[in-house]
């Protein structure tokens, strides 16, 4: 009896953390239209928060591919230290009722949350993050954003709390 209710306690406890990822000011509601097969090709990362897997990366890019089997193929790419680098891995759409709401993997089968933010109606640019606020990326069709659509982006991650001063800016230009 004892070892259940520290288990139960432990769970409640757990169950608290997410609560503190919502405390933190981020709206991360996602998109309630998504067209996946619009979404697939190639996109250029803009800006990101930094992480372990993409630090010290430029000009960084990912092409999504549908396979015949409905399956997504995500193909990441980019430079560090002047040295092309890209990892495969794959993604998946799991709740047809909340399709902004994806997963992603690129070790086995441990998927990362991967959340459409918001999207241009013509798909050229979109806000990606996560269920926590350590996730986030511009990404466009294009390997630059005329200046007045990057503040439009935003001032939309601002007003849903996100620090912008975080983001990492990739520069296509460097060659």
Same mark, same amino acid.
């Given at each position: ?18 609560? *503190? ?22 996109? +250029? #990362?803009?800006?990101? +928060? *930094?992480?372990?897997?993409? #630090? ?7 092409? =999504? ?7 997504? #193929?995500?193909?990441?790419?980019? =430079?560090? *230290? ?31 949350? +991967?959340?459409?933010?918001?999207? *241009?109606?013509? =798909? ?10 350590? =996730? ?25 709390? +996100? &620090? ?6 990739? &520069?296509?230009?460097?060659?």
């Amino acid at each position: 009896m004892k070892n259940i209710l520290i288990l139960l306690c432990s769970i409640l406890g757990l169950s608290g953390c997410g609560s *503190d990822i919502a405390s933190k000011g981020i709206d991360n509601r996602t998109v309630q239209t998504f067209d996946v097969t619009r979404f697939m090709g190639k996109w +250029y #990362e803009i800006a990101r +928060y *930094d992480h372990r897997f993409e #630090e010290g990366m430029n000009r960084v890019t990912a092409t =999504y591919t549908l396979l015949d089997n409905g399956r997504i #193929e995500v193909l990441n790419a980019g =430079y560090k *230290d002047g040295k092309y680098k890209e990892i495969k891995g794959k993604a998946k759409q799991p709740d047809a009722a909340d399709p902004g709401k994806l997963k992603v993997s690129f070790f086995l089968w441990f998927y990362a949350d +991967y959340y459409v933010l918001d999207i *241009d109606p013509d =798909y050229r640019y979109v806000l990606v993050g996560s269920s926590s606020d350590k =996730y986030l990326w511009i990404m466009s069709r294009e390997a630059a954003l005329p200046d007045n659509v990057l503040q439009e982006l935003l001032d939309k991650l601002r007003r849903r709390g +996100y &620090d912008t001063d975080r983001l990492v800016f990739n &520069d296509f230009s460097v060659k």
